[in-house]
């Protein structure tokens, strides 16, 4: 499923870059509870979401994007 493979990934890098998800939710300014439905794969993120993890973790978005496969 798309949504946990976007899951997975995010959490790795946001684990990675040393982010709790209280303070990655807070740098982002959204809630803790959206990181936490995107990280268990019961949300996909938006394209601004995206875009906004990858430059805060310093990543591109094809980086942070799950692999095709």
């Known amino acids: 499923m798309e949504a946990e493979k976007w899951g997975r990934r995010i959490r790795a890098f946001r684990k990675l870059k040393g982010y709790t998800q209280e303070s990655f939710a807070k740098h982002l300014g ?35 994007a799950p692999k095709d496969g």
Request: charged share 30%; no cysteine.
């Open 30 to 64: 959204v809630s803790v509870s959206v990181i936490g439905e995107v990280e268990r794969g019961n949300k996909v993120p938006s394209k601004q979401l995206v875009e906004e993890m990858a430059e805060l973790l310093g990543i591109s978005v094809e980086e942070l």
